[in-house]
């Protein structure tokens, strides 16, 4: 059975250049639900690398208990203060605890080219313990702001995207005529699409006072459950605690969601459109190729070979079509810069088109061709073959 | 229509191909209907500046807040009616996955401003005298089977000032909203719990004297872009600028700020009518194909070329035609459905034009050279392919 099947299909696929059209016809329709597919789960690649790239594992994030995002988190200067003394911190050399608390809240900039509103986040540390903590933030320009003092730095995915966020340029932000001091690149990508300044600074700008979450850094990775069970067992302390990438992994989950569900829902709505526009053009292909079928089940080829190698036919072109697919969600999208406001913070990050998508293009795209050539297959090796013979 | 016969007996000459491409194109316009629908119900929304309400929210982004203070300026704009405050509250009722939103507000002012949720008078007495009050969207209390008088535990995403995220309310009454179906947006209420903000300002640790956004009904619904203006002028250039604009522009930025809809939206139903267009002229051509020497049959018997051309191209018409039609009729039973939180209410008109526009220009160009072939046949030659 095998060497009949491995014949018809090596007949069968130097056949295919003789039939353009059908086999097009085949491949378009999965290229289009696989680049379709492709193209929105790259958004969430996209998300988890800029959310995965830059945490550490020996950094902790707290915020006021119940809450996930920073923008209703509250956390009030004795709270804070307890915090310093909780287990598991590490302290900088001069014995102070690494625990930077900090402000965030958001800025309307102007876009550059277009002159569109657009809000980013405006976080606001304490010198230089909050650089202490954030050892990844790096002066490309200028210096770090001063306390008390109306003083920013831009993170580098900023600088160029908006107006007045040039080294020396004053810039308004909340109300207020801030200087840029210094621009800064971050091995966390989410921070570099942040304006920094001092926290007490910001919070007497717009009439608050708190902050909103705690940076830790950890003596080690496992000291982050020596911290954790403190809090839980400290019911005075209303926090919590998560692993740094657990947090940012977290803030992004919503949107991820969202654009799983509908990458999957469109998906498969098209998927099963390609199934009946497959499994009707192979029909007609079947039906052109009667002769040449009946031909080879007339000559001693049995039913079974003939489906096999219909399946594979048909396999071979959905691979074709999910690769297409595939490339070309890739050459249009991957490195896009997409931005959206997820829950209230604007977020700024690159769709990624992974090896793992394309596996995942193409792997569906085999299903859909399994499934249309189930049906054309079986009819070809049922077609009665002296009729077949006999018709024009 | 004496053609008919003639036209129906060309479509079910291989069932399974009409079926099969009517299906094809059906989901094609079904998500075409789904897809743009949403976008063009959200542009709607966008365009529409005549309404009496407008929502002031935070010119900083979605959820940053604003101050209670901002209220006494407003009062002196000209052309409003009623303002109201109302600040978000999340959380759960005994179990994380039963989700319950809230509003702490300024209950009367609250209610005056949205006409279209009906509450008691004495309940709103109630409010009044109860602190930890709560009135109760009707869909919410069914959800929950709550009644008036219970005491419902609820943890919050706020903490209060004792440290704990669980607050307790005093259920006092139970608001409903007349008309769900012309107001989607605002029959959202109904799935939510009302409370009093000095209330709940006092016990939560943090962001004090702050709101979510504030809700400002006018007097004259065609003034709306002028008041919204004064509103953001009386806070340009400070901490807290603030944006006004009318209850469905907002609710559409809340989608479009999330995702560039349009481009999404046109690239999905780009490809999937490209698509449709591939199988559709494969099978008109496939079919043509197997009946060249019908055509030449007919051309014998008298049919002339332009009928024989009408013929070829009138199939794919009414299979892509009808197809149009199921697709965007079940879009518009099944749209509602999942949009009333966003305030689609039903599939725009323009969405259903364009649908089968786009329909019938599919069918005639997928038609066009196979039905041009059928014209030009020559008759013996035809005849004696076969």
């Given at each position: ?261 509908l990458a999957y829902v469109v998906g498969g709505i098209m998927a099963l459109g390609a199934t009946f526009g497959a499994i009707n053009t192979l029909y007609s292909t079947i039906a052109n190729r009667s002769v040449e079928i009946a031909t080879l089940r007339a000559i001693g080829f049995r039913g079974s070979s003939v489906v096999v190698a219909v399946l594979i036919e048909t396999l071979v072109l959905a691979a074709a079509g999910g690769l297409l697919g595939g490339v070309v969600a890739w050459a ?40 249309s050539g189930l049906f054309p297959a079986i009819r070809a090796a049922r077609l009665p073959v002296a009729s077949a013979l006999r018709a024009t | 229509m004496r053609y008919l016969p003639l036209i129906w007996a060309g479509l079910w000459r291989k069932p399974a191909r009409t079926v099969l491409t009517f299906l094809a194109a059906f989901l094609a316009f079904l998500l075409f209907g789904l897809l743009q629908g949403t976008n063009q119900a959200l542009a709607i929304g966008v365009a529409n500046v ?297 599939l725009p008109p323009i969405t259903i034009a364009s649908g089968l526009a786009i329909a019938v220009t599919l069918a005639l160009v997928c038609g066009f050279l196979p039905a041009q072939r059928a014209r030009r046949l020559s008759i013996v030659d035809a005849l004696g392919r076969r």
């Open positions: 059975m095998l060497k009949q099947s491995a014949a018809i299909t090596m007949l069968n696929l130097r056949n295919l250049v003789r039939r353009p059209r059908a086999s097009l016809v085949v491949i378009a329709g999965i290229a289009g639900v696989v680049g379709v597919l492709v193209s929105m789960l790259a958004m969430t690649v996209g998300l988890v690398r800029l959310t995965e790239d830059g945490a550490r594992e020996d950094r902790a994030v707290v915020l006021s208990a119940g809450t996930n995002t920073e923008l209703i988190s509250y956390l009030d200067r004795s709270t804070v203060a307890a915090m310093t003394e909780a287990p598991g911190i590490r302290r900088a050399t001069n014995g102070e605890p690494l625990v930077s608390p900090e402000v965030l809240i958001n800025a309307r900039v102007v876009e550059a080219g277009g002159g569109a509103e657009s809000a980013v986040p405006f976080r606001g540390m304490t010198t230089p313990l909050g650089f202490e903590v954030h050892p990844e933030i790096e002066l490309l320009e200028g210096r770090a702001f001063r306390q008390g003092v109306l003083e920013v730095i831009v993170g580098k995915g900023l600088r160029d995207r908006f107006r007045g966020l040039a080294l020396g340029s004053q810039v308004e932000l909340r109300g207020s005529l801030w200087t840029v001091v210094g621009v800064f690149a971050s091995g966390n990508r989410l921070h570099e699409s942040e304006l920094i300044a001092d926290a007490s600074t910001l919070n007497s700008v717009v009439q608050s006072n708190g902050y909103q979450s705690l940076t830790v850094m950890l003596q080690g990775r496992d000291s982050f459950d020596e911290l954790a069970q403190f809090l839980s067992v400290d019911r005075r302390l209303p926090v919590e605690a998560q692993r740094e990438a657990a947090f940012y992994a977290e803030s992004t989950v919503q949107l991820r969601t969202i654009v799983s569900f249009l999208f991957n490195g896009y810069t997409v931005s959206t406001t997820n829950t209230g913070r604007p977020l700024v990050f690159n769709m990624a088109v992974s090896g793992q998508l394309l596996l995942v293009g193409v792997i569906w795209a085999l299903v859909i061709g399994a499934v | 005549s309404s009496d309400r407008l929502w002031v929210v935070s010119r900083n982004g979605g959820r940053d807040n604003l101050p209670l203070a901002h209220l006494s300026k407003m009062r002196d704009v000209d052309g409003i009616v009623g303002i109201a405050h109302a600040t978000g509250f999340g959380g759960f009722y005994q179990d994380p996955r039963n989700t319950v939103s809230g509003t702490a507000a300024d209950v009367e002012a609250f209610f005056a401003v949205f006409p279209e949720l009906h509450v008691a008078p004495e309940q709103l007495d109630a409010m009044r005298r109860t602190a930890t009050g709560a009135l109760v969207g009707s869909t919410l209390a069914e959800r929950f089977g709550w009644q008036v008088g219970d005491r419902v535990p609820l943890t919050s995403e706020w903490t209060n000032r004792d440290g704990t995220n669980d607050w307790v309310f005093d259920i006092v009454g139970i608001f409903g909203a007349s008309n769900p179906n012309s107001a989607a947006m605002v029959s959202a209420f109904t799935s939510r719990i009302v409370t009093n903000y000095r209330y709940f300002d006092e016990a939560r640790a943090g962001r004090n004297g702050t709101v979510s956004q504030y809700f400002v009904r006018i007097a004259n619904p065609r003034r709306s872009v002028a008041v919204g203006d004064a509103i953001d002028a009386l806070f340009a250039n400070s901490a807290h600028e603030t944006r006004t604009e009318t209850e469905s522009q907002s609710v559409s930025n809340l989608i479009t700020e999330f995702v560039d809809l349009n481009f999404l939206v046109t690239g999905i139903v780009g490809s999937v009518l490209f698509t449709l267009f591939l199988v559709t002229g494969n099978t008109v051509t496939q079919s043509l194909q197997e009946r060249i020497g019908e055509f030449a049959v007919l051309k014998t018997v008298g049919y002339t070329d332009g009928q024989v051309f009408r013929l070829v191209v009138v199939e794919p018409l009414v299979v892509c035609v009808s197809a149009a039609l199921l697709g965007l009729f079940a879009a518009g039973q099944v749209l509602p459905a999942l949009g009333t939180s966003i305030g689609l209410v039903r």
